[in-house]
């Protein structure tokens, strides 16, 4: 029996998204679980799942469309199996937006790409170019000229496969590196550019000022020792390969998510005349990304071990560095950490990511001179601070809640037992 696959809630804010690319095509079998579709929301480019299995009957909308949440995207059934009318209505009835006019043809599914006849420009004509974080990521590593590439994707965005396409056919021609005179200025252009935000900073925007404006932040600073830290990372490394060594950042975050069950009004959303205690510790890492900003959310941190959090956190960075979060890589956080350390940040604080009621601000750990036993000797501190919800919770509580963490950052043990 034909069923109809809607476009599903990615967040609990989500309210459309663009569906950037089919994976599979009408008539092509498809099992429960393979990706269907890649679709844009404001936080990142997803891959879609189907929730069932059979053969792609019909695509209800054209990539390149704004679907609204739960409107009809395509339809999964049997092999020559008629799509009746009710389904076949349904579609009618979902019309959502285009970037195409009534007039224009809709592109085909799967154009071949076509490469412009033109000069090799500059290598910063390829950061003006519209193309896909992954698109872009893959053309930088290969060093290829994006503005020679005719993308197939929604609005002629270029996408993964035509860049993997230029590459097989060997027609673009590579960027040349030319170094250029100490003396020789960089500057090319003196006019003002206006940029389009994308959604993703559409997204920022709108949640940082909602977040700023709304919710009545106050700031606890707190220095740790990291010596013990750093001592106990060097020995468990020499023991692990090099794609599973264990970072500073994955001491903190057990740290922190074993000191939230200590203090569960931490790892709380605030809700209007009532603040919900999450029964579950799920530690969100903010990721820098192309144009923004991630937050990654790791399930169960208190529960797993330091070796087992390190390899999740690796593959949901690298999934979004690519543009290729799952839905549950992004969704369920209930309370967010922000690292800067490998910035070179003695200390900031961060905005605290709403429906959430904390967020902590990590700095750099740093070797700096200390006064031990009236002794001035090297040591390794790290400055972080906590920013919390008043409505949700008060100095007090927040300070208690950053001594613990340090209990557990200075006796590092604690968390391997």
């Not at 939230?260 to 809700?271: H, I, V």
């Not at 922000?338 to 750099?364: C, H, K, R, T």
Request: hydrophobic letters at 40%; a negative charge.
């Amino acid at each position: 029996m034909a069923e109809t696959i809607n476009m599903p809630k990615l967040g609990f804010d989500m309210a459309e998204g663009v569906l950037v690319r089919w994976v599979k095509q009408v008539g092509e079998q498809i099992n429960k679980g393979d990706v269907l579709a890649e679709i844009e929301t404001d936080k990142a480019t997803v891959e879609v799942e189907s929730p069932a299995s059979g053969v792609v009957l019909q695509f209800i909308v054209e990539q390149g469309d704004v679907v609204p949440v739960n409107a009809p995207i395509a339809i999964v059934g049997e092999a020559g199996e008629v799509v009746g009318e009710q389904l076949s209505a349904s579609s009618g009835q979902s019309k959502v937006e285009s970037g195409k006019s009534a007039d224009e043809k809709p592109l085909p599914t799967q154009p071949a790409p076509a490469f412009a006849p033109q000069a090799v420009p500059s290598s910063d004509s390829s950061s003006l170019v519209k193309a896909s974080p992954l698109a872009k990521k893959i053309a930088k590593e290969n060093q290829l000229d994006l503005s020679r590439i005719q993308g197939t994707g929604p609005n002629g965005r270029i996408v993964r496969k035509d860049v993997e396409a230029a590459l097989a056919s060997g027609q673009i021609s590579k960027i040349e590196s030319r170094p250029s005179p100490v003396y020789a200025s960089r500057i090319t252009n003196y006019e003002d550019e206006t940029v389009q935000l994308t959604k993703l900073r559409q997204a920022i925007a709108r949640r940082m000022t909602e977040s700023k404006t709304s919710v009545p932040h106050f700031y606890v600073t707190h220095e740790y020792k990291m010596d013990a830290v750093i001592a106990m990372r060097k020995q468990i490394n020499e023991y692990l390969p090099d794609d599973e060594k264990l970072s500073v950042n994955d001491f903190i975050v057990k740290a922190a998510a074993l000191s939230l069950r200590e203090f569960p009004n931490l790892n709380a959303s605030f809700a209007g005349d009532k603040v919900i205690c999450h029964g579950a510790v799920n530690v969100g890492i903010a990721v820098a990304v192309e144009n923004g900003l991630l937050t990654i959310a790791h399930k169960d941190t208190d529960q797993k071990s330091m070796r087992q959090i390190s390899g999740e956190i690796k593959g949901m960075v690298a999934r979004a560095r690519e543009g290729k979060v799952k839905p549950d890589d992004i969704e369920g956080s209930t309370f967010s950490i922000s690292n800067l350390g490998m910035y070179d940040v003695e200390n900031f604080i961060a905005i605290v990511n709403p429906p959430e009621a904390a967020i902590l601000a990590v700095g750099s750990a740093r070797e700096v001179p200390v006064v031990e036993n009236g002794e001035i000797t090297p040591g390794w501190r790290m400055k972080a601070t906590i920013s919390v919800d008043h409505r949700v919770s008060d100095g007090a509580e927040a300070a208690q809640f950053m001594q613990k963490l340090a209990e557990f950052l200075e006796n590092p043990v604690r968390m391997l037992v």
